[in-house]
């Protein structure tokens, strides 16, 4: 029995000696970005690890768990400029153009997320009292989570909770390959023009963060931080240890990527149904073929719709009264909604998306939902609203396990038409079961792999050997185009003596034949 007590104490011991301080700094982010790393974090805590969480959105739900400390700081979420955005309007009136653009909204959100942050006392005040042995960045504009990086000295990984941004490339050595941008959303097979555009925009992204981004962050940090010898956020960036892709090949496009790139597409996908209110089991049971989903995410529901594109959707669900609708409405129901449709303020998502009676889903396209919805074998109609949902909805057009409608295009004929085609239509479920099966066969599961990746990061602190090499490359070395540039210029030099040659010999020939024919 003693000997028992004492081999306790010594476990217990050693899982207080293994525990780490992790901070995840998700400055600038949705609350979906919160909702796909969460999983990471409780399993993080669950080991015996203290984490520490920074992001502009309070949690939906209430959560408490002693080692997880939850900063949400005053005014950082109107400060970042998300909030308030109207997608739909901007969409309905300038297509997708409109979206497109909003990249560079983006942009601007993290120098106004940094200043926020860095003019805030109380978030100073936290950042010199703490320590941490980890940092974990949001890779959409987080760039001022670099200055937190070197003034903890602690190893950082990057975690994009979509897949590869455009700068990428540069800033942590990936491949050059020409594969669609999501900012373009273009298809595999691109236009000539297309593939220009597409190549140019990595360096321009890049270019515009060393020459705009940089130059603001850096002076802003070494101010505010108090380290003068900061050093520059590019070599911080270049000493990345891990990148995190909400990804996988199945789902994506395949892609050639470094050993310090580790793909873990579907973390928060789960078997794990939670059970559903009493009321909504009853609505689901009174009908005999089943449900389809309508729900467009954290960002918006139909209620944010204008009321004659509202109409579009329920006089489309009227039309098919075989299937029960669940639809997330965030007011209470509108006495346009006909019978066969439940509203819901608050949905469930993934359990609804795993039961047995769901016939399709009709949502956004954003990749946590577009992952879902794959990972469970349920067909999709996506309507893409904002961000990178295009790129989604072109992909999964294209694999045909969806149909992509265009928001801004939408007739009732039009919606009635998919929900038939890929309710009736057996290829649609036929290619997402196909693709599910390859989605969840893995040697290790995404959250198995990113949590044994974390404490691989913290086991070694420093592993480079994993960073590609030619990061330290100029941006044209990387391309090797100095090479290509000097065998096209030899290769002209070339065919110039050559030429040179050739009309040298063909005028002496010519001088002789013409002597000859005088004499």
């Known amino acids: 029995m003693k000997l028992r007590i004492v081999f306790v104490f010594v476990v217990l011991l050693m899982a207080e000696t293994n525990s780490e301080n992790i901070l995840f700094y ?46 949400v700081p005053m005014n950082l ?29 983006y942009y601007d959100s993290g120098i106004r997320g940094c200043k926020s942050l860095m003019q805030n006392e109380q978030v100073l005040k936290w950042i010199n009292e703490s320590s941490y042995d980890l ?85 802003l940090l070494r101010s505010a931080l108090k380290i003068p010898d900061l050093p520059s956020l590019h070599e911080i960036e270049m000493n990345t240890s891990l990148i995190f892709t909400n990804t996988h090949p199945s789902e994506e496009f395949p892609r050639s990527l470094p050993p310090n790139v580790v793909e873990i597409g579907g973390i928060h996908c789960s078997d794990d149904r939670k059970p559903l209110p009493q009321d909504l089991e009853d609505f689901i049971a009174s ?22 594109l509202q109409l579009v959707f329920f006089n489309a669900m009227k039309a098919v009264p075989k299937y029960q609708f669940l639809v997330k409405y965030n007011q209470d129901r509108p006495d346009w909604a006909p019978k066969n449709v439940h509203t819901l303020k608050w949905v469930q998502q993934q359990d609804l998306i795993a039961h047995p009676k769901i016939r399709a889903f ?10 879902e919805a794959i990972f469970h074998g349920v067909p999709m109609i996506i309507v893409p609203l904002f961000a990178e949902q295009d790129y989604q909805a072109v992909r999964a057009n294209d694999r045909e396990t969806a149909i992509a409608l265009e928001i801004a295009e939408l007739t009732e004929e039009k919606l009635l038409k998919a929900i038939l085609e890929v309710t009736s239509n057996p290829k649609y479920k ?33 592993i480079s050997h994993l960073r590609p ?34 009309i040298s010999v063909l005028k002496m020939m010519t001088k002789v034949i013409t002597k000859y024919k005088q004499e």
Request: hydrophobic share 40%.
């Open 287 to 308: 009908g005999d073929n089943g449900f389809i989903l309508l729900s467009f995410g954290t960002y918006a529901a139909i209620n944010n719709l204008p009321i004659h």
């Open 430 to 462: 036929t290619n997402t079961m196909r693709l599910s099966k390859f989605f969840r066969d893995r040697q290790n599961q995404p959250l198995e792999s990113a949590i044994w990746w974390v404490e691989y990061v913290m086991r070694h602190k420093d």
């Open 362 to 371: 009709i949502g956004h396209g954003g990749l946590l939902s577009t992952q």
């Open 26 to 71: 998700w400055g600038v982010s949705g609350y979906s970005h919160r909702i796909s790393v969460w999983g990471l974090i409780d399993k993080l805590v669950e080991k015996g690890h203290k984490v520490t969480f920074i992001s502009p959105y309070e949690a939906k739900v209430p959560y408490f768990h002693p080692n997880i400390t939850d900063i």
């Open 135 to 219: 940092v974990i960045l949001d890779a959409l504009y987080n760039d001022c989570g670099y200055g937190l990086v070197h003034k903890f000295q602690a190893p950082h990984i990057m975690y994009t909770p979509t897949t590869h941004f455009p700068w990428f490339k540069d800033a942590y050595g990936f491949p050059d390959e020409n594969l669609p941008e999501m900012e373009f959303h273009y298809p595999l097979e691109m236009t000539f023009v297309q593939s220009i555009r597409n190549l140019v925009s990595g360096l321009y992204w890049q270019w515009k963060r060393h020459t705009e981004l940089f130059p603001i962050l850096e002076p």
């Open 77 to 105: 979420a109107e400060d970042v400029g998300l909030i308030g955005l109207d997608f739909i309007s901007m969409r309905l009136q300038n297509g997708v153009q409109a979206i497109d653009d909003l990249w560079y909204e």
């Open 469 to 502: 090499v030619g990061i330290t490359k100029s941006w044209y070395e990387r391309r090797m185009l100095h090479i290509w540039g000097f065998l096209a210029v030899s290769l002209l030099c070339f065919l110039a003596i050559a030429m040179y040659f050739i």
